[in-house]
RNA sequence: CGGGGCGUAGCGCAGUGGUAGCGCGCUUGGUUCGGGACCAAGAGGCCGGAGGUUCGAUCCCUCUCGCCCCGACCA
């Protein structure tokens, strides 16, 4: 490509939306558009990004033995229902109607249509394990778009889904999928992390998250600094402090006005928070009040609760309801007698066996203290739904825990039966026998991809691509356009790259150097060739990597092309210094 | 959904009750040519939309649409 015809209109100022490097170098580089609110266009240099995250992930997936297909868009709401998905999902479900009213959906993910298909077309045994995937847009209606393409309502995803005959079969291919998303990352040339997962709307029990290790993420990562553990803050666990033995004193009411938070109560009472116990009400899918106790010095974490609870949705309870519920004012709920009102009892491990612990008192100004979980109350269950989070120790070997900042860039989930049981996606086995499938499902964010590679490789001048998905991986610039020999030069070595397969842009623009430049670091392509007059007299030409912009090497002219094509092969194979 | 903010040229911004400017970018000509050069001449705007007040509104008022940020976290 020659630059002078390109549609690269570069950016000296940044659009005052852009908050993250990447949507801001995204937007300079002229990568990307905005069109409305999470909505982008893909310009020609984004795009060839884009494209190259594609044909990686189509390459591993096709070698992992995955079939490629493509679905439809737009799915039927019948196929929603049958789930229950077209309730659960909620209002990130993007949902439209035809002129006759029929109600559809914009495919967030396709676990219904691909198990629909399925249950069409797979019969027998003999046809499995399958394992379907198809590069595809996607809409979810976001709260809130944010970061550019890093979350937006409309994007690019990889969704795969594999079918097999019992969960041994499962268990193989995700793992197949796991190993095939690790060497994704790595061709992409990502700082990554792969860790435990909540599964969220999608379903099952087991899951695993890709995290692209950056300072900007949206999610956090516990990991332990002393074994493998690792996982997302939303399912994160941590191992809790031994039981401490001691003789049950007898329970006692205090007058405690005016105390209501953790630490004023502590203070009141001359104890530490953490030996208090906490109570807190929730409203779980709509309707029914539960409390969940935990230690007072610790956060509940919700993904957790929510999961022990079996609820699909739940939200803190309003002062209001509070208080016509248990008949005290917010700050002074407790588990005593609070079953009798109807209201169901989590507790947290944390909590559970604290011994002589200070609870609210469900009375306006008044706590228990002496509280032993047992003798004054009895819950509905124990759970652990606790934040974990850094200097926790870590649940499998007892070491130190640590948070960091990371982008999901894919997540691989076991779903078991959810769907093939709902959707009655079954097979006849060896005797006849009808059994459901078993199945996972794989998904990866690809244009958040090209956001999250941006964010772990950029400096103060602009993006630093790897050479894997630059957008073109040498970039030729003639310093002046009108110095004959020099463009002459340039163009046979431009010929000479594009024919031996290296991606190649000439900047043949009859522009300043300062320009081309600035312009080169902004777009970062890996590789720059300089040739300028008062080398060129000499025979010299400048070459340079953009990850290293002091270190000029000077060649010979005719040597470039050959070790240009030496460097793009060897970088592109993963031999990265 | 709650709170805050912003909509004026492609991008960043000024501005005024009498229908608009600046910088960058863009076009043309010329001089430059190794880190966003210089000179000259240009093109480009229903001042987000609708209604109202007014002789007159981009400006004041009302509504609306769009966009951005923060929050939706606790006893």
Redo the contacts with the bound molecule.
Sequence with gaps: MRFSSALI?????????A?TVAHKFML?ACMIK?L????YDWMPLGFKSLQKVISIIREEMNKAGAQEVLLPVLSPAELWKETGRWNVYGKELMRIKDRHDNEFALGPTHEEVITDLVRREVNSYKQLPINLYQIQGKFRDE?????GVMRSREFLMKDAYSFDRDEEGAMKSYKNMFETYVKICKRIGFKFRAVEADSGAIGGNLSSEFMVLAETGEDTIIYCEQCEYAANMEKASFKKDPVVDAAEEPLTKVHTPNI???EE?AAFLGKKPEETA?????IVDGKKMAGAVIRGDR????VKLKNALGASEI???T?EE?LEKTGAP????GPINLREKGIRLAVDETAAYLKNTVT?GNENDYHYTGVNRGRDYQENLIADFA?AKKGDKCPKCGGALNEQKGIEMGHVFFLGNKYSKSMKATYLDESGKSKEMVMGCYGIGVSRVVAASIEQNNDE?GIIWPMAIAPYEVNIIV?????KEGMDYCETLYKELKEAGIDVIMDDR??????K??????IGFPLRV???????VTGQV?V?YRRD?KN?IMLDKNSVAGEIINIVKSEKTGNTK
């Design positions: 209109n570069t950016l000296r100022e940044t659009p005052k939306e908050e300079r905005k409305g609110a999470g909505i709260i809130r778009p944010r970061f209501r938070t953790v109560l906490k109570t807190i009400l929730y956060e509940i974490n919700e939200r803190l309870a002062p509070i917010v700050g002074f709920a609210g934040v001048n310093v002046n356009a009108k110095y009859d522009i300043s150097p300062g320009v430049f600035k312009d080169a670091d902004l300089v040739v300028g007059e008062k080398n060129f400048e340079s912009p000029r």
